[in-house]
């Protein structure tokens, strides 16, 4: 069954970088985009970032220049580099990979920017 766990969410200090990662299972990887949301408390889960197939990238606004998504195929893995964070980018980070029709969710990561 499709699997996604992401990892490497913590405690940063403004100004801070962390890279989580999304470990996909279940369905053939390399054919699907992927995608980043998050979900900061009290607010609706938003869209951070997407990368499809083959390699192209897409972001919001409010992270763009900041984050880079990226994926290793070879891993089933999929990335998110965070730099420059700011306590708005507080929230609990997700992946996302939309197979045979149905969009699967991780459980996410926390990710806190405090100082």
């Known amino acids: 069954q499709v699997q996604l766990v992401e990892s490497g969410g913590g405690l940063v200090q403004p100004g801070g970088s962390l890279r989580l990662s999304c470990a996909a299972s279940g369905f053939t990887f390399r054919t699907y985009a992927m995608t980043w949301y998050r979900q900061a408390p009290g607010k609706e889960r938003e869209l951070v970032a997407t990368?499809?197939?083959?390699?192209?990238?897409t972001y919001a606004g409010s992270v763009k220049g900041r984050f880079t998504i990226s994926r290793d195929n070879a891993k089933n893995t999929m990335y998110l580099q965070m730099n420059s964070l700011g306590p708005e980018d507080t929230a609990v980070y997700y992946c996302?990979?939309?197979?045979?029709?149905?969009?699967?969710w991780g459980k996410g990561t926390l990710v806190t920017v405090s100082s």
């Open positions: 996302n990979a939309p197979v045979g029709g149905r969009f699967y």
């Open positions: 990368i499809n197939s083959g390699g192209r990238t």
